[in-house]
């Protein structure tokens, strides 16, 4: 009888739970940082890419001229795929998933995007737009998080998992096509961004306040700065970055 009182209780427990409260930020005082990443110095050349292993990779994009590797694309002074998001500042705050999917396409036996942001719990849908059959392999390293290995068939249907931890620049890789990369950031909040090819982020919607900004790229590291962002302020921040040794 114990023992049944005792089921009977967490029951009674679990049903009268009460959902999760969620942090809502004010939108008449929510606060911007929009940003820059430089890159200094002479960038380094890119790798190309041999796809003659597959034929239908070789002729996946349609486009012409070599095809080359992502690790670091710079353009006029400015790097791309920097993910941006807020470290410290948020803490005792518990934001709501996003609902709508980050989406991770493969095409021309690419990643795309190579460098993607997401939040802990929101749906990650994976597309093949490829004549290629690929194999989508993410190795996380925080505990929470699993392992998988998925084969997708030549513009298959879609795939959708999630990931339940915070976690920076976890490797994707295609077990087929040993130049495929990709890198999944995942935050438990919703202020997070990833420069463009200009160099440009921006994030939106912060409640005003101080934090530390990290700024990571896959080779060249991490950086940091502290900001404080009045209401309705939007704040410059800008990283500099070199190749990494």
Not at 75 to 94: D, P, R, S, T, W
Not at 127 to 150: I, R
Not at 188 to 212: C, H, M, Q, W
Request: include cysteine; aromatic fraction near 8%; hydrophobic fraction near 35%.
């Amino acid at each position: 009888m114990a023992a049944c009182n005792s089921k009977s209780g967490e029951q009674a427990k679990s049903a009268g739970a009460a959902p999760p409260e969620y942090t809502t930020v004010d939108p008449a005082t929510a606060a911007t940082v929009h940003g820059t990443i430089k890159f200094n110095g002479k960038s380094p050349a890119p790798r190309e890419i041999d796809m003659s292993s597959d034929p239908a990779c070789q002729f996946a994009e349609n486009s012409p001229g070599p095809k080359v590797s992502v690790q670091y694309v710079v353009n006029n002074g400015m790097l791309a795929n920097v993910y941006v998001y807020i470290k410290e500042g948020l803490e005792g705050k518990n934001f709501a998933p996003l609902q709508a999917p980050a989406v991770l396409d493969q095409k021309g036996c690419r990643y795309h995007p190579h460098v993607l942001g997401m939040m802990a719990g929101q749906p990650l849908r994976i597309l093949n737009s490829d004549p290629a059959t690929h194999n989508v392999h993410p190795s996380p390293k925080v505990d929470g998080n699993h392992e998988w290995n998925v084969s997708q068939m030549p513009k298959g249907d879609p795939v959708e998992k999630t990931f339940t931890q915070p976690e920076i620049m976890m490797p994707v890789q295609c077990n087929q096509h040993n130049w495929m990369k990709a890198y999944i950031n995942v935050s438990r909040t919703p202020f997070f961004a990833v420069s463009d090819e200009a160099g440009n982020f921006e994030i939106k919607g912060l409640p005003p306040g101080e934090y530390t900004v990290a700024a990571v790229h896959e080779n060249a590291g991490e950086q940091t700065q502290r900001i404080t962002v009045g209401p309705s302020e939007t704040k410059q921040v800008e990283f500099v970055f070199g190749q990494s040794h």
